[in-house]
């Protein structure tokens, strides 16, 4: 080579232009290889820099050479094998273009978290014949390898969190079929199940085992009194900074637990949808996705950027065309209205009251529309008002609702009639310290919708007399 770039310089690069790695890490998964194909890179590369300028096109491809990045440390291993040369790259190098890219995060399985629990075990029993002694290099290399295994799974099960919280779009990537066919959704469906139930018995359901304090094993301990275990070795033997340390890690794995056990709800939930549920769930996320976007556009050091620029995307959906123009609906701030709160604490209160005097309440005597006696009447009405000038009362805009609220089915016999009777003695002789005021001249009673409104007007019979007719209307 002409020129080398050193092994910054090629990572600068790298994470300059990441896709190039990315599509590499995407393809290496689906194959479930652990190298890259020499020919797979080389094309890609190709194929990237193709749309970049002339000076950027050279740079990427000698930096992005085999032999370039063979000799700045970046891949391992070269293999040959099959006719064809594979590349090892650096397993750090991976993993940080991983953590790169939420979807490129590696779902653990049983295995892989099985292997994880035996290694600790194993780091137990050789704590238990360690000599706990600083001077000695077997014991600092154990502990050394303990945090460093620890630390390694905690990010592990990090990353799992943080993949799994993904799952909304995957969700929404899996269900458009089912939106758009609907003859094809049964066939869907079953794929759609094959999927899902994959993804939960192989990751999402040994993970919940893995961190569930309470799973028993039948070939040891689980992860959480394994991690006890060793606290307890470290704190008789006096390293209680380091069994502080472990202790902490196992709130830390502890916390990840419902994280995990809400994705896994989810599915579940999502599993039993209907065709139409898969068409509003997978609308969303797609518009959902749309405004992330958006939003993402703004977050960055140009302060220009501090708008969404969503006029195409509004007029594309269509139904936030016109949307500004529409009355928005008003909200009741009851969070900053003290008056109302002490309204509605006064009305529990009195609503309270009478119910410890249950005991005391009249019972009206029944009547027929047919039978009914004027002695009757005025017994029902001398009842209700003797029982109306013992109720507690609070200052209302509308008393007659608030006492129909408070005697309609607490009160046997009770009939809306009898409250307008009694009313008009409140009006004439109100309890002490209160003032009746009529603020409804038209005297229109509201009752609930659908059901048969009364207007009731004055008629004069005669000089000095008047009469209250009853006529029912349907307005």
């Keep these: ?94 993993n940080l273009m991983r953590a790169c890219n939420a979807s490129l995060y590696q779902e653990l399985t049983d295995a892989r978290l099985r292997g994880h629990l035996v290694t600790l075990r194993d780091v137990r029993n050789r704590l238990e014949i360690s000599s706990f002694s600083e001077a000695d290099p077997d014991y600092t290399e154990l502990r050394d390898d303990l945090n460093e295994r620890v630390s390694q799974l905690i990010g592990l099960l990090r990353q799992n969190v943080l993949r799994m919280q993904t799952i909304s779009a995957q969700l929404a990537d899996l269900s458009g079929d089912a939106s758009r066919a609907p003859e094809k959704y049964l066939e869907f469906r079953q794929n759609l199940f094959e999927q899902i139930v994959t993804l939960y018995d192989r990751h999402i359901k040994p993970t919940l085992v893995f961190l569930n304090p309470d799973t028993r094993l039948p070939d040891g301990s689980n992860l959480f009194e394994t991690l006890e275990a060793m606290v307890r070795l470290l704190e008789t033997n006096d390293n209680h900074s380091l069994a502080d340390q472990i202790f902490r890690s196992s709130l830390s794995l502890n916390a990840l637990y419902k994280p995990i056990q809400a994705v896994a709800q989810e599915v579940e939930h999502f599993l039993r949808k209907t065709r139409r549920g898969m068409a509003q769930y997978n609308a969303m996320e797609h518009f959902y ?99 109306l000038e013992t109720l507690e009362l609070r200052p209302t805009a509308d008393l007659v609702r608030e006492l129909h609220g408070r005697l309609d089915g607490f009160i046997p016999g009770y009939r809306f009639p009898d409250l307008l009777a009694a009313l008009n003695r409140l009006v004439n002789s109100p309890p002490e310290g209160m003032q009746v005021v009529t603020t409804n001249r038209f005297r229109t009673l509201e009752q609930a919708p659908g059901s048969e409104q009364f207007v009731y007007r004055k008629r004069r019979l005669e000089p000095g007399v008047t009469d209250i007719k009853q006529e029912p209307s349907h307005a």
């Design 289 to 387: 996705g749309k405004l992330r976007a958006l939003k993402g556009d703004t977050e960055t050091l140009s302060l220009r950027r501090k708008w969404l620029e969503g006029g195409e995307f509004a007029r594309s959906t269509g139904f936030l065309v016109g949307l500004r123009a529409q009355q928005r609906p008003k909200h009741y701030a009851f969070g900053q209205s003290s008056s109302y709160y002490q309204l509605l604490f006064s009305e529990l209160d009195l609503r309270l009251t009478d119910l410890r005097r249950k005991a005391e309440v009249p019972v009206l005597q029944e009547v027929d529309g047919s039978g009914r006696h004027s002695r009757i009447d005025v017994q029902r009405i001398n009842q209700l008002y003797q029982w």
């Design 1 to 94: 080579m002409s020129k080398r770039f050193s092994t910054l310089d090629t990572t600068r690069l790298l994470f300059e232009h990441p896709k190039i790695l990315f599509r590499m890490i995407e393809r290496m998964d689906r194959n479930e290889a652990r190298y890259i194909r020499e020919s797979d890179l080389v094309a890609e590369v190709m194929d990237y820099t193709a749309n970049l300028g002339k000076a950027d096109r050279e740079r990427v491809r000698l930096a992005l050479n085999t032999e370039n990045l063979f000799r700045s440390g970046l891949i391992i291993d070269i293999i040959k094998a099959d006719g064809e040369r594979r590349l090892v790259f650096q397993d750090a190098l991976i």
